[in-house]
């Protein structure tokens, strides 16, 4: 149960405070992405709209359909008949996350834009505590995990060497704990239209565009109905775009661990030559043949498969392919809309 410490307006709309220290919006939009949701879509707006209530500003609730298979888009459909402020955008198919949250960001038209999961892990509640930081001034305010304990160990594991892996190799420093429950500014959500690219790691480029940044904890919670979308093949696959986005060094690298292994191997020559001419020694073949072959065509695979990483996303890049097709918009001839209380 959330107690809620005072009940004033969050977004104050009204005149007099407009030019007050604290920033003031009058339109936010809340982008959901969602994937095979049915079971989830009431039990997600019975607590999310008195939440939005109590900030008194024009709201609407952006939900992406990615290519559901269930009937996630009928019931967002008919919520959309009960209730102006929701809209619905279908996408073709199965796009991913990343793209069914850039959808909803190109859609979206508040001065605040919060992009929140439909399976309850993310407490709505706390948006309260994000438009908050918001008004004191933070332009991207992320809801940072308490603790991965609802993960296992496995994945905790993972997500670690991830982090420790991305700034050993990559340029921009990431919001650690961040996940895609976020407050981003109407200046960064145009920062982010901006950017061209496809393959799209956003907590990567949530970084990139700077701005002013807040976290605020919270709690995750259990998923609420059905299961989670993220295998742990899909995560590598992330993890790889992730890293061929933000860095180069994994290109760079061969060319020192080339040149480290000529100049090894010029010296073991010159330890073969001095063996066999001045003590007569014969050099023994086969086992050290074989190693170094072994070792050196591996080598050479990695390097060349690391490459082909890179190529197939500048493939992906110059297709110039869009991130993502609607099929289907509901609800957006309304502008964002003020419930009369
Ligand atoms: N989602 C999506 N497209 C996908 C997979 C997931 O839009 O291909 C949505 C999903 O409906 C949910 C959010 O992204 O609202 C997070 O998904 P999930 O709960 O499966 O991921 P996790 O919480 O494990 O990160
Ligand atoms: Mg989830």
């Not at 993972?158 to 429950?181: H, Q, T, W």
């Not at 899909?234 to 992730?242: E, I, P, T, V, Y």
């Amino acid at each position: 149960e959330f107690v809620f410490e005072q009940d004033i307006p969050l977004i104050d709309t009204t005149p007099a405070n407009q030019n007050g220290s604290a920033r003031s919006a009058a339109s936010l939009s809340v982008v959901v992405p969602a994937y095979n949701e049915a079971g989830n879509i009431r039990a997600f707006l019975d607590r999310l709209l008195p939440c939005l209530d109590r900030t008194r500003a024009a709201c609407e609730i952006i939900f992406v359909d990615d290519g559901s298979a269930d009937k996630t888009p009928v019931c967002v459909a008919e919520q959309c008949a009960l209730d102006a402020r929701i809209k619905l955008i279908r996408l073709s198919r199965n796009f991913g996350k990343e793209a069914a949250l850039n959808a909803g960001l190109s859609h979206a038209v508040g001065d605040l834009v919060i992009q929140i999961d439909v399976d309850l892990q993310h407490p709505p509640e706390t948006i309260d505590a994000m438009i908050k930081e918001w008004s004191l001034g933070a332009d991207i305010v992320y809801a940072k995990r308490n603790s991965r304990q609802d993960e296992s160990w496995m994945r905790r594991f993972l997500a670690r060497s991830f982090y420790r892996v991305f700034g050993l190799i990559c340029d921009v420093k990431l919001m650690e704990g961040a996940g895609d429950f976020i407050l981003l500014d109407r200046k960064v959500v145009d920062a982010l239209m901006q950017l061209p690219e496809r393959g799209r790691f956003t907590k990567g480029l949530y970084a990139w565009v700077g701005f002013r940044r807040k976290a605020v904890p919270f709690d995750v919670a259990p998923r609420a109905h059905g299961q989670s979308g993220w295998p742990l093949l899909k995560l590598a696959r992330f993890a790889m775009d992730a890293m061929t986005a933000f860095g180069s060094l994994p290109l760079k690298v061969w060319t020192y661990i080339g040149l480290l292994l000529a100049f090894a191997s010029t010296l073991y020559g010159a330890v073969i030559f001095v063996q066999k001419l001045a003590f007569g020694i014969d050099v023994p073949g086969y086992a050290s043949l074989m190693v170094a072959v072994c070792f050196l065509s591996g080598v050479q695979l990695l390097g060349l498969g690391i490459m082909g990483e890179y190529v197939s996303r500048i493939f992906a890049e110059v297709k110039q392919r869009p991130m993502f097709l609607v099929q289907e918009r509901i609800g957006f001839d309304q502008r964002p809309y003020m419930p009369q209380t």
